[in-house]
């Protein structure tokens, strides 16, 4: 295995610090971006409006899932792949997704299968996993991205001393963001093999958005298209909202569809690219994309992205650069690209044991592995949950609920401090908890809290 991937691993990593050292300052001038074309980014009614054809199935058998599972649950104070969190009635990302996947194909009679990509973190937990779903209508395919050397910020050079994986280079490699699927998936061969199937298309979501189910509205879009013009990539973006102020966003820049990432912007215009009213949308990362079109560019060598610099200490204190790219940045190299904004419910992140709190409640109905905002709660908008420090890691959090709260009319939560809930408590409107250093807030079992402030000292104590 590493002889087949370490040179078209080391390849890639070389063009990419070539391309670093190229680009200096920020990657866009800013001066050159412009707000998309009214036409190049559709609203989700007009393409729904369409309806679906008689011949849906044959559709979605040229339909590819694709997750990108090369993340851990270290933020989330877990071991091992984040997609292996358990997220609702002890399912995990992955089950959940397994799940969305079966019900399409048992529906429809068809075979859309999944593929993931792991990364060098991932790989090896993630195989020991999908033995479970070997009775599952769904076809599961994996392949892994690339392993790139970081790099000494001072020096520039490479932190490993030799190719090896083990020992003490052990922290000396990284996987270079999403971006790299283009290279590691056509280096896999799962690309042509997909292509030799008669797929035609691959819905790529990060693993953690439960909001990132297939949508046949947009399929049909792609398979379909209104102007007889094939469309080569898809982006989903949504309204942003205060919360969401540093996400990508779509613009037009010589010409074309661009991502322009807040890392690209000059600092000068930053405040201008968070702004609201000028730049209303953001990128989901749920994207559509031609497997034609990708095998066409990946052979021209003509998917451009631009080098993303994110910074890191290694545990020994020693200062290094990873170069990573992002998937949606290639939008720019695809023909007749497409902007679609979809409704919020497409974006369903969980990236902290706040977001979990959201989707573990009766906000939220399951069914067939997809969430759903529940039909008793009046408005569609999620409530903002801000859970402190002692919340962070799954373990303590779980250990702070006795049970999940009835969270149905809530708009805001803030908890911070030693606090931890009884069963069967109910929040409602606003409510702030705050036990302060060294004290401790037992919320009664039955309690409602409804447009409250609790702090202090609150301790139930067992007799």
């Keep these: ?31 050159k971006i412009q707000r998309p074309p009214e036409d190049s980014i559709q609203p989700y009614e007009k393409i729904k409006a369409r309806g679906l054809p008689d011949n849906i199935s044959s559709v979605l058998n040229k339909l590819v899932v694709v997750k990108l599972n090369g993340g851990l649950g270290t933020s989330m104070g877990c071991k091992g792949p984040k997609s292996l969190i358990g997220v609702r009635n002890e ?21 859309v299968p999944l593929v993931l990509m792991n ?42 001393k030799d190719v090896s994986y083990s020992g003490e280079n052990t922290e000396a490699w990284y996987p270079p963001g999403h ?17 030799g199937e008669g797929k035609e298309y691959i819905f790529v979501s990060n693993i953690d958005n439960l909001g990132a189910t297939v949508d046949l509205y947009i399929l049909n879009h792609l398979m379909n298209p209104p102007n007889g013009k094939p469309c080569e990539f898809v982006m989903e973006v949504t309204n942003k909202t205060r919360a969401d102020v540093k996400g990508g966003t779509l613009t037009q820049y010589e010409g074309k569809l661009r991502l322009v990432e807040i890392a690209q912007v000059p600092r000068a215009h930053v405040d201008e690219f968070k702004s609201v009213s000028k730049f ?30 994110n910074p890191k200490t290694l545990d020994g204190g020693l ?30 992140p969980v990236k902290t044991t706040s977001d979990l709190l959201l989707v573990m409640s009766n906000l939220y109905s399951l069914n067939a592995g997809s969430l759903t905002m529940s039909e008793k709660r009046e408005f569609p908008t999620v409530p903002l949950v801000k859970l402190g420090s002692s919340f962070t890691k799954v373990q303590d959090y779980l250990r702070r609920f006795e049970s999940i709260p009835d969270m149905l009319e809530l708009d805001h939560l803030t908890v911070s401090g030693d606090v931890t809930f009884g069963k069967n408590v109910s929040l409602k ?5 705050i036990a302060n250093h060294g004290d401790r807030i037992d919320i009664p079992p039955g309690a409602v809290l409804e447009n409250k402030i609790v702090s202090g000292n609150l301790r139930i104590l067992d007799h």
């Excluded at 599961?140 to 020096?155: D, L």
């Excluded at 034609?292 to 021209?300: H, N, S, T, W």
């Design 1 to 31: 295995m590493y002889k087949i991937l370490a040179k078209p691993c080391l390849k890639m990593a070389l063009l990419s610090f070539k391309k670093f050292l190229q680009e200096k300052g920020p990657s866009v001038d800013w001066g």
């Design 280 to 309: 209303k949308i953001f990128n989901t990362n749920n994207l559509w994309i031609s497997l034609a079109a990708v095998k066409r560019l990946q052979e021209q060598n003509a998917i451009d992205m631009e080098i993303i610099v």
């Design 319 to 348: 200062n290094v650069i990873q170069l990573e790219t992002a998937v949606g940045a290639a939008i720019k190299s695809f023909e007749n690209s497409l902007g679609i904004n979809v409704p919020r419910s497409r974006f369903l």
């Design 119 to 160: 990364s060098f973190n991932t790989d090896e937990d993630t195989k020991k996993i999908l033995q479970k779903y070997n009775h599952c209508r769904v076809k599961i395919y994996t392949f892994n991205q690339s392993r790139y050397p970081r790099i000494n910020k001072e020096s520039l050079l490479p932190v490993a």
């Design 179 to 195: 971006g790299d699927i283009y290279a590691s998936f056509y280096n896999s061969g799962l690309l042509d093999t997909l292509i």
């Design 91 to 111: 399912n995990t990302f992955l089950d959940l997704t397994v799940q969305q996947i079966e019900h399409l194909n048992k529906t429809y009679n068809t075979d």
């Design 429 to 433: 409107g606003t409510v702030i908890i």
